[in-house]
Structure formats: C-alpha cells, structure tokens
C-alpha cells in the first residue's frame, strides 16, 4: 500500500519568488491588527472588564436595545449586551453592587427574576463576577506573560543560532498575535483569560514551526557553502513544506471541528488557536524565511572563526 504524499518528492516551489509580496502582507495584516486593537479595542470578558456577566439564552431573539432599556430600567447601572454566539443567546454585564457577597446575589436573582417575567423560557447559563480591581491586575499580567514569551524566545533562538534568527522569530511571533488581536478586536469576540492561554499556545506553536525551518536553513547553508541564499532558503522551505503541511492541516482540521461543534465555552480559545495555526505558517514562510537574507546571512555566518587557518599547510 502506497502511502499519501500531500507533497510530492522534488516540489520545488519558489517562494523566495514572491518574498517581497509576502513580507509586505504581513506587515499589512500585523499594522492593521494593531490599529483595531487601538482603535476598536478588546471586548473584554469579565475576566478583564470587572463587574457581573449573566449568560441568558432566550427561546426566541430579543432585540437588544429593548433588551438593553428593561435591564437598565431595573435600576442596577448600565448594562452592557452582546449576542454571543447566535441571536437567542445574550452576554448581560452589570457593574457590581455596593456590598458583600450577598447583594451580588441579590442583585443576580433580581435581574433573573425580572427576565423570567418579561421572557418566559430563558434559561441562565451561567453568572461570572471579577471586582475591578483582580481585572486590572489580570490585564497587566497576562500582558507581561505574553512579552516574556515573545522575548525569551527570541532570545533563546538568538544564542541557539544567530541574532538574525532571534530578529525574524520575533517579528514573526509581533505578526502572529498582532493579526489574531486585531480580529478579535474586529469582530467583538469576548477577550477573556482563555484567549491568553490561546495567544501563549500560539506563540509556542509558531516558534516551533519557525525553529524546524531554521534548522534546516542552518544544515543547508553549511552542506552548500557555493549555493546562492535566494534557492538556498527555497530548497529549505520545500524540504520542510511537507512536515509543515501535514502538522498545520492536522491542527486546521481538529480546531474546525471544535469551533463548529465545541460550544461557547471553547469557541474563543479554538478561533483564536484556529487563526494563529494559519497565520503562523504563513510567517515561517513570509517573515522568518526572508528577513534572513535581508539580515545578510550567508554560508560564512556558521564557518567557525578558526576555518581559515585550519586549512593553512
């Protein structure tokens, strides 16, 4: 029995052809994810935001501004809405009661009684509360927990091989979770302390792919010390597309899978992991693989210091 070969033996693809191209649609991508995200912001989930988030789910669409109107006429503040996941689905959030523990309860069974009344049917499934100040001290942390990632990695690939590879592995890594930010800021996804699990994941998984190519950009360039980089850096990728497919479309497939049928519960983490799979190979190809040859790296970056007087008689 024959096995499957998504990549035929002796592909030769010149990506180096459309570097250029590449390189300059992810800048695109990673400055326009950085614009939603200053300009549209976070949705953040009460996680971050603080306050009370009640999920209702109701057996018919409500509109939300009638929605929105009866929950501030119960007199507990401004209520935020957001149809979450389909329209018969609702993320309320409050902001909390003055008071202990019971007065949020209070509170909690007030706004669900008030919505059993005016809507038979709906079914809470689920209350969340964060005070204020816990959401700011999650937001810084889950900031720096992002940064030291991103700067230890280059950093590591830096002393594992050149300082040019650290450079291209960390605009990678800005351009994988500048671009998954950026959509959620774009679609209004809840940002809650799952999507930084995801975002870490991320950068694990680009660093993973970007290190596999590297590695053999590295094993070329010292078995081929006469070969232009231009080919040099095609032959790598194609030597590595195969493994790169296979992973990346086995992880495609089974986060498909969970953002169709996983539920709410997963579906932030699995859209968030779905879109840096994506966006991640994409920068192994785009943005690690060619900021080497604009970062002058060469057949001499791996010749030990003393080659040259080795060779002498």
Do not use: C
Not at 112 to 139: C, H, M, N
Not at 162 to 188: N, P
């Amino acid at each position: 029995m024959r096995l499957l070969k998504l990549v035929p033996d002796g592909t030769n693809i010149p990506f180096m052809r459309v570097r250029n191209l590449g390189f300059a649609l992810a800048l695109a991508f990673t400055l326009a994810g950085i614009l939603l995200v200053a300009v549209r912001g976070l949705n953040f989930g009460v996680d971050f935001a603080g306050g009370l988030m009640i999920e209702a789910r109701f057996a018919r669409p409500v509109p939300l501004d009638r929605l929105r109107a009866e929950v501030n006429g119960l007199g507990f503040g401004p209520g935020s809405l957001q149809a979450f996941g389909d329209p018969r689905t609702v993320a309320i959030r409050l902001p909390l009661p003055k008071g202990d523990e019971e007065a949020v309860q209070r509170m909690v069974k007030s706004v669900q009684r008030a919505l059993v009344d005016r809507y038979p049917g709906v079914e809470f499934r689920r209350v969340e509360t964060v005070s204020g100040k816990v959401s700011g001290e999650l937001i810084r942390q889950a900031a720096l927990a992002v940064l030291f990632a991103m700067v230890g990695i280059a950093i590591y690939i830096w002393f594992r091989f050149e300082w040019q590879f650290g450079v291209g592995a960390l605009v990678a890594l800005v351009h994988d979770v500048a671009v998954t930010l950026g959509l959620f800021a774009l679609f209004r996804w809840e940002f809650n302390l799952s999507i930084i699990a995801a975002v870490l994941t991320i950068v694990g998984y680009s660093l993973n792919d970007t290190i596999v190519v590297y590695d053999r950009i590295r094993e070329n360039l010292r078995k081929h010390r006469k070969m232009d980089m231009i080919p040099l850096l095609d032959l790598s990728l194609n030597e590595t597309l195969s493994r790169t497919i296979v992973t990346s479309l086995t992880m495609v497939i089974a986060l498909a899978a969970l953002v169709l049928f996983g539920g709410q519960v997963l579906f932030g983490f699995s859209i968030a992991m779905l879109i840096g799979v994506v966006v991640g190979t994409f920068s192994s190809l785009y943005i690690g693989a060619p900021i080497l040859l604009w970062l002058g790296v060469g057949p001499h970056s791996f010749v030990p210091a003393d080659a040259p007087r080795a060779q002498r008689p």
